[in-house]
Nanobody, 120 residues
Framework: QVQLVESGGGLVQAGGSLRLSCAAS????????LGWFRQAPGKEREFVAA????????YYADSVKGRSTISRDNAKGTVYLQMNSLKPGDTAVYYC?????????????WGQGTRVTVSS
């Protein structure tokens, strides 16, 4: 079992930055790929970014590539998503996820979500 708790969401103006954090716990969380998904109002949940269990491989959706950086610290049990140059289109609930596959094609565990609102 892996538990995921997100934090760091909030209201930010367009062009601003936010860093989301996800505290992971459980006996084997360090062996899982960790990532972020988001769901905007009226839309399906979509992949944002992922990092492999070792932290050496990262993956990004085209919509955030170049503006976001995902990283993890297994010693602290935390995965981060640094988001820059935020746009109103980034407004969504952001969910932390854990998967046995690096590409997050099948998610094994979800967090409860943290809301990000980007004002224009």
């Amino acid at each position: 079992q892996v538990q995921l708790v997100e934090s760091g969401g909030g209201l930010v103006q367009a062009g601003g930055s936010l860093r989301l954090s996800c505290a992971a716990s459980g006996r084997t969380f360090s062996s899982f790929a960790l990532g972020w998904f988001r769901q905007a109002p009226g839309k399906e949940r979509e992949f944002v970014a992922a990092v492999s269990w070792s932290g050496t491989s990262t993956y990004y959706a085209d919509s955030v590539k170049g503006r976001s950086t995902i990283s993890r610290d297994n010693a602290k049990g935390t995965v981060y998503l640094q988001m820059n140059s935020l746009k109103p289109g980034d407004t969504a609930v952001y969910y932390c996820a854990a998967s046995q596959g690096a590409t997050m094609s099948l998610v094994d565990y979800w967090g409860q979500g943290t809301r990000v609102t980007v004002s224009s």
